[in-house]
T-cell receptor, first 109, second 114 residues
Framework: EDKVVQSPLSLVVHEGDTVTLNCSYE??????LLWYKQEKKAPTFLFML????IEKKSGRLSSILDKKELFSILNITATQTGDSAVYLC?????????FGTGTSLTVIP | GAVVSQHPSRVICKSGTSVKIECRSL??????MFWYRQFPKQSLMLMAT?????????EQGVEKDKFLINHASLTLSTLTVTSAHPEDSSFYIC??????????FGPGTRLTVL
C-alpha cells in the first residue's frame, strides 16, 4: 500500500535554530515529491523535487530528494516565528497525490 | 492513520457536461471538509470549506453555482463541476479535518475536459 510518512509530527524550536523535517515514502510510479507550508488556509507550494541529490533552495529553506532511500528532507536555517506552520510533504504519481500528515513547527521568540 | 478517499481518481468528459467528485473519510467522522484545486507547481487553491449539514463557504472568486458542494454526512462531501469547460481541467483535492485540527488529504481527482 502506498504511503507517505513525515517526521517528527511536531517540533518546537527557538528563533535562530535550524530544523530538518523528514518525509519518507513507499509508492509505485513515483513522479515527484512536493513540499508545502500550511499556515491558515491552503498549503503554499515550496518545492517540487524529481531528481535525486539535487538540492533546491529558496532563501533559508532548502530541500533534497534521495530516490534510492526513498526520502526527502526540508531544512530551515535561522528559523523565525513566521516559519511556524504545518509543513506538508506530498508524493505525486501519474494521477494521484499522497500527502503525509504534516510536521507542525512552532518557533518560539 | 486516517484515510481520505476520492472517487473517481480520474475523469475525462466533454465540454458542457457535469462531473461529480466524491470525498470520503474512511475511518473517522469529519465535521469539516475542504476542496482545493491544484495547478502544476503551484500552491493548492482553497475553493470552499464544507461543513456537514450546512451550506459550504466559498472562497472569493469561486463560483458557487458552478462548483456545487454537498456535505450530506460526516463522512462524505461531494463536489459537482457543472457545465464543465476545458479551463476547469485540473486536479481537485479534498481534505477532511478530524478533532484537534488534524487534517488529512485525499489523493486527488484529475479532471480533463475536452
Amino acid at each position: 500500500e502506498d504511503k507517505v510518512v513525515q517526521s517528527p509530527l511536531s517540533l518546537v524550536v527557538h528563533e535562530g535554530d535550524t530544523v530538518t523535517l523528514n518525509c519518507s515514502y513507499e509508492v509505485t510510479n513515483f513522479r515527484s515529491l512536493l513540499w508545502y507550508k500550511q499556515e491558515k488556509k491552503a498549503p503554499t507550494f515550496l518545492f517540487m523535487l524529481t531528481s535525486s541529490g539535487i538540492e533546491k533552495k529558496s532563501g533559508r529553506l532548502s530541500s533534497i530528494l534521495d530516490k534510492k532511500e526513498l526520502f526527502s528532507i526540508l531544512n530551515i536555517t535561522a528559523t523565525q516565528t513566521g516559519d511556524s506552520a504545518v509543513y506538508l510533504c506530498a508524493v505525486a504519481l501519474s494521477n494521484q497525490f499522497y500527502f503525509g500528515t504534516g510536521t507542525s513547527l512552532t518557533v518560539i521568540p | 492513520g486516517a484515510v481520505v478517499s476520492q472517487h473517481p481518481s480520474r475523469v475525462i468528459c466533454k465540454s458542457g457536461t457535469s462531473v461529480k467528485i466524491e470525498c470520503r473519510s474512511l475511518d473517522f467522522q469529519a465535521t469539516t471538509m475542504f476542496w482545493y484545486r491544484q495547478f502544476p507547481k503551484q500552491s493548492l487553491m482553497l475553493m470552499a470549506t464544507s461543513n456537514e449539514g450546512s451550506k459550504a463557504t466559498y472562497e472569493q472568486g469561486v463560483e458557487k453555482d458552478k462548483f456545487l458542494i454537498n456535505h450530506a454526512s460526516l463522512t462524505l462531501s461531494t463536489l459537482t463541476v457543472t457545465s464543465a469547460h476545458p479551463e476547469d481541467s485540473s486536479f481537485y483535492i479534498c481534505s477532511a479535518r478530524r478533532q484537534h485540527n488534524e487534517q488529512f488529504f485525499g489523493p486527488g481527482t484529475r479532471l480533463t475536459v475536452l
